[in-house]
């Protein structure tokens, strides 16, 4: 019974069980059947890491599952509301917690992340504007957000959430500025003081609710994902006591359509542990009286190429990370990035860059669009 329903429900999706298109899937076990429908979305991820089956095309198939709407049913299950309970009851994101994705995402290792990224080592969503070619892409998102931020020579710039510091090189090095970049990663804060030798760029290892100073302009990308619903405001208090009058700040993150509490249980355990997409509802709200939001720019569907890009990346650089991560690691790390992609293409989740000024400013609209 168990694995006629799972049948039927895919099938409701267009993706048939051992059937030969490359989004439908072939089992491998037999046992998978019951796990997925014990363990939902965190048994799908799970099975395959370990083997149980295998799909040319992850992307498309999860690109069905979510367009078929089938991740509604999977939220409906008791267990897959027991693994959520956590986050929604404490703050999984607390200070003494906040390292804990630093040290088992981004500290996995450089060489990982530079085999599959652009040269700027941009771990966040490129601007595909009139460009099928990742490196390109991801210069003109990096120009995007400077023409957004309006950045003028001798501004002092903060990056909360600095990643490699690409993001902090490109602004010192072609916009005669000088950038604070913020971050817990050890791994790339000791890369980003490397990369951005000889630049007017100062690396401080901190929690972003610690910081102090105040600046011209500040900008955050991929980092809000792990701030957690809980510290939303306290978020937006910081960036407020940090910006200068008639400052702009920029915020690029992942959102889901709808509030939240929680992540996906398969996620949480082997990608971002306790990340949480916010919805625009619940930004809106910690912004409020705060900030005025100046421009909501949504480019979702250039995460899904961004993601494939990766994604062949990480494929052909394979062989000289086999020795170090393993196969278990390879199966997880490409139904992460596809599984993501699909997500995308799906519009379950989207991509924002939102801009601001400080409410109390009243200042003239910054010019958003180019």
């Not at 367009?67 to 509301?81: E, F, N, P, T």
């Not at 971050?183 to 804060?189: A, V, Y």
């Not at 910006?243 to 700040?249: N, T």
């Not at 009286?289 to 909501?296: A, H, K, M, P």
């Amino acid at each position: 019974m168990t694995a006629d329903t799972i049948r039927h429900l895919m099938e409701s999706a267009d993706v048939v069980i051992n059937g030969e298109r490359p989004w439908d899937i072939r089992v491998h076990d037999d046992r998978w059947y019951k796990r997925i429908w014990r363990e939902k979305n965190l048994g799908l991820g799970e099975s395959y890491m370990d083997g149980w089956w295998d799909c040319p095309s992850i992307d498309d198939m999860i690109h069905r599952v979510l367009s078929a709407r089938l991740d509604q049913v999977i939220k409906g299950h008791i267990g897959y509301l027991l693994k959520a309970l956590p986050a929604a009851i404490f703050n999984m994101q607390s200070r003494l917690r906040s390292r804990i994705v630093a040290q088992k995402h981004y500290d996995l290792g450089n060489d990982l992340f530079r085999a599959f990224l652009d040269e700027n080592l941009q771990y966040s969503c490129a601007y595909f504007d009139g460009t099928d070619d990742l490196e390109t892409a991801q210069r003109k998102k990096l120009d995007l957000i400077a023409d957004k931020l309006q950045i003028k020579p001798g501004d002092h710039v903060l990056d909360i959430g600095c990643g490699w510091g690409g993001l902090a090189r490109y602004l010192a090095m072609n916009h005669d500025c000088r950038v604070t970049a913020v971050n817990i990663s050890q791994e790339q804060l000791a890369f980003g003081r490397r990369f951005c030798e000889g630049l007017p760029v100062t690396f401080v290892d901190s929690d972003y609710r610690k910081l102090q100073g105040e600046f011209d302009k500040i900008v955050s990308v991929g980092m809000f994902e792990h701030v957690g619903y809980r510290n939303y405001r306290t978020f937006m208090n910081v960036v407020h006591r940090c910006l200068k009058p008639g400052g702009v700040f920029l915020l690029h993150t992942i959102g889901a359509n709808q509030s939240c509490t929680s992540c996906d249980p398969w996620v949480t355990r082997y990608i971002f542990p306790n990340g949480m997409l916010p919805s625009a509802a619940q930004i809106g709200k910690a912004a409020e009286g705060l900030f005025v939001i100046e421009d909501w720019h949504n480019f979702g569907p250039h995460y899904d190429r961004t993601l494939r890009h990766w994604n062949a990346r990480f494929q052909q650089a394979w062989p000289e990370l086999e020795p170090k991560y393993g196969e278990r690691f390879k199966r997880m790390w490409e139904y992460y990035l596809l599984s993501c992609a699909g997500a995308f293409r799906a519009r379950d989740i989207q991509l924002w860059q939102v801009v601001m000024t400080r409410e109390a400013d009243r200042r003239e609209q910054p010019c958003c669009r180019f």
